[in-house]
Every structure is written in C-alpha cells, then in structure tokens.
C-alpha cells in the first residue's frame, strides 16, 4: 500500500450536496462506528438535522437503538447549523423528548452554541442515541501541517514521553482512523506532539517502510503518512482497532476460553506466518498481549497486530524489523 499523493486534500473531500468540503462531521458514539456524517452545504446555508425521519442528515434507523427508546426519537429531533458569518456552530432542540449537549438539556426549541468535540444525546443524557461533533475547520495545536489538511483530530487515545496516537476523520472519504505523531527533540519547545531522538524517527521510518508493503486482515494496515519538511514533524495513519487490545480484554475477562483462544491464536499464527514468510522476512520481536488489538467488542473478535518498540526510543515506535532472523 503507498502513502497518499493527495496534494490539496481540501479539494479532493468528497462531495456533498453539490459542496466538496463539509463543515463538520457527527459520529455515532458506538465503538463499531468507523465513519462520520459528512455535513454539507444545503440550499438553506450549512444546516444539518437528526432524528429518525428519512431524511434527515443523519437517519437514527430503528437497528442501531433498542425500540423503547427509538419511538422517543422525534422525525427530526434537533437542527445544527453552522453561521456562515462568524463560523460558530449551534444545536437547536426541536423535540419536547430531550435534546442534551454534554450532559445539558437544552430546552424545547431553545438554541445554545456547541463546539468540536461536544457529545449529542438524544432523548436523555448518556443515551445511546448520542453523537459527537466534529468541526471541519479545527486546528489541532503544534502538529503536522499536512495532518490538520487531510484529517481533522477527534481526540488523543494515548500519549507517551516520545509521541501519542489521536483519533482522526480522513477528510476525502470520513473514514475514522488511528493517527501516530512524533516530533524531533531537536526542535525543543512545548509541543503537544512530544519529541524524540533521531533513533526514534528512524524507527518511525522504518516503520512506515515496513507497513506500507504489508496486507494482512491480520496485520494493522498503514493508511497515510507524511513528514514536514520544515520541521520534520511526522504522523503515520493507521487502521483503528476500537475493542481495545488483548491484554485489556484478559484483564477484564480473567480468561478466554478454549474456542477464543483458538480463534486468536490461527489468527496470530497467520499473520506471522506471513511476515516470516517475507522476503527479507519481517520479525515483530515484542509479541504480547498490549500488542495485539482487536477489531471490536466482539467475543469472536478479528485481532490486529500492532506495531511498537523498545522503552529506550517510544512506545509507540515500531519494533518489526526488516532483517535476517537473531536471538532478540
């Protein structure tokens, strides 16, 4: 698989009601959820409506909820919009059943302002009804220039001393993905993308040069990357694995049983078969449990190795090297 060659990623988001770029997204707060609501342009300004009607910008279809709470969902039960003035973003609750925003009811055809990031709960707070917006046109702080074009960061996963992993949406397609940043310690400063050492960044490299050749269902696939030439800030996108890793899952769980395990275990299997079967082989060198996520919540869950490194450059450096079999 190769790095994208996108060279205007605003350009290239995909089209929306006659708009190519949308002003912001809601997700689905369901951990299967791997792709946003794109929100587009309409012939009445940038509005979008939620409810259970048809046709509205996001459809709640009587699958995703249990029915008990699915005849509360008004046809169209609140209206975003997005002021083409001042570019702030407002929720206007259109049902007498509840609306709420971070755990706030906004009251019957009352309007109050919600920002990147604020959770939409339908009905009542902490509903499974609920969404997140996402605003198009924010800026996370101190990242790669090319990263705030392509994606917009929902949130931060994980943050070592080296780098950390965000949630992301991929602009062109709104594909939910998993984004790894690091930057140089040579850069010095406060960075939110913490700093590593050149053994580090030639980890990252290395890294990147080994995923963008693999394709395993088993395998957590690279879906982007890109390094600022002026400051040598990198990210790598990845696939997300949203049901955590497997070390978690034997935390909660105490055990898995005969059948999971050896469900888990032809999977690994497969997927080392296919590194070592590489030429020159690829060796993971840190196989355990942290490393191996998982698809979803699912008993029966697909699992995905992950890629991470030794403690003396990043966590989340990667530790599958290119290179002949050793004793390490």
Same mark, same amino acid.
């Given at each position: 698989?190769?790095?994208?060659?996108?060279?205007? %990623?605003? =350009?290239? $988001?995909?089209?929306? &009601?006659?708009? !190519?770029?949308?002003?912001?997204?809601? /997700?689905? +707060?369901?951990?299967?959820?791997?792709?946003?609501?794109?929100?587009?342009?309409?012939?009445?300004?940038?509005?979008?409506?939620?409810?259970?009607?048809?046709?509205?910008?996001?459809?709640?279809?009587?699958?995703?909820?249990?029915?008990?709470?699915?005849?509360?969902?008004?046809?169209?039960?609140?209206?975003?919009?997005?002021?083409?003035?001042?570019?702030?973003?407002?929720?206007?609750?259109?049902?007498?059943?509840?609306?709420?925003?971070?755990?706030?009811?906004?009251?019957?055809?009352?309007?109050?302002?919600?920002?990147?990031?604020?959770?939409?709960?339908?009905?009542?707070?902490?509903? %499974?009804? =609920?969404? $997140?917006?996402?605003? &198009?046109?924010? !800026?996370?702080?101190?990242?790669?220039? /090319?990263? +705030?074009?392509?994606?917009?960061?929902?949130?931060?996963?994980?943050?070592?001393?080296?780098?950390?992993?965000?949630?992301?949406?991929?602009?062109?397609?709104?594909?939910?993905?998993?984004?790894?940043?690091?930057?140089?310690?040579?850069?010095?400063?406060?960075?939110?993308?913490?700093?590593?050492?050149?053994?580090?960044?030639?980890?990252?490299?290395?890294?990147?040069?080994?995923?963008?050749?693999?394709?395993?269902?088993?395998?957590?696939?690279?879906?982007?990357?890109?390094?600022?030439?002026?400051?040598?800030?990198?990210?790598?996108?990845?696939?997300?694995?949203?049901?955590?890793?497997?070390?978690?899952?034997?935390?909660?769980?105490?055990?898995?049983?005969?059948?999971?395990?050896?469900?888990?275990?032809?999977?690994?299997?497969?997927?080392?078969?296919?590194?070592?079967?590489?030429?020159?082989?690829?060796?993971?060198?840190?196989?355990?449990?942290?490393?191996?996520?998982?698809?979803?919540?699912?008993?029966?869950?697909?699992?995905?190795?992950?890629?991470?490194?030794?403690?003396?450059?990043?966590?989340?450096?990667?530790?599958?090297?290119?290179?002949?079999?050793?004793?390490?």
């Amino acid at each position: 698989m190769s790095t994208s060659t996108v060279s205007n %990623p605003e =350009s290239a $988001t995909s089209s929306i &009601n006659g708009n !190519r770029t949308p002003w912001g997204w809601l /997700v689905w +707060n369901d951990p299967k959820w791997k792709v946003g609501f794109a929100l587009g342009t309409t012939e009445i300004g940038n509005v979008a409506t939620i409810g259970r009607g048809l046709f509205c910008t996001v459809s709640v279809q009587p699958t995703l909820v249990e029915n008990a709470l699915f005849e509360r969902i008004s046809r169209q039960h609140c209206t975003l919009e997005k002021s083409m003035e001042d570019g702030k973003v407002t929720i206007v609750n259109n049902s007498q059943n509840g609306t709420f925003v971070n755990g706030e009811r906004v009251n019957y055809l009352r309007t109050r302002p919600i920002n990147h990031g604020s959770v939409v709960a339908l009905c009542y707070a902490g509903s %499974p009804a =609920s969404f $997140t917006f996402y605003d &198009n046109y924010h !800026r996370f702080s101190d990242v790669n220039f /090319v990263l +705030n074009n392509r994606y917009v960061v929902m949130d931060v996963l994980a943050k070592g001393s080296f780098g950390q992993v965000c949630r992301a949406i991929r602009k062109h397609d709104h594909t939910i993905v998993a984004v790894k940043t690091v930057t140089p310690a040579t850069l010095g400063g406060t960075f939110t993308t913490t700093s590593v050492g050149p053994g580090g960044l030639e980890a990252l490299r290395n890294e990147i040069q080994i995923l963008s050749t693999t394709d395993h269902p088993c395998i957590i696939k690279m879906v982007d990357s890109s390094s600022d030439v002026t400051t040598s800030k990198m990210f790598l996108a990845l696939e997300l694995a949203n049901g955590g890793d497997l070390q978690q899952r034997l935390h909660d769980v105490g055990y898995l049983s005969e059948p999971v395990s050896r469900f888990v275990f032809v999977q690994l299997v497969s997927a080392i078969k296919y590194c070592h079967g590489r030429s020159p082989p690829i060796v993971h060198r840190d196989l355990n449990p942290a490393n191996i996520l998982l698809v979803n919540a699912d008993e029966f869950a697909r699992v995905k190795i992950a890629a991470k490194s030794s403690a003396t450059e990043s966590r989340f450096m990667l530790k599958m090297n290119a290179s002949t079999y050793n004793s390490d």
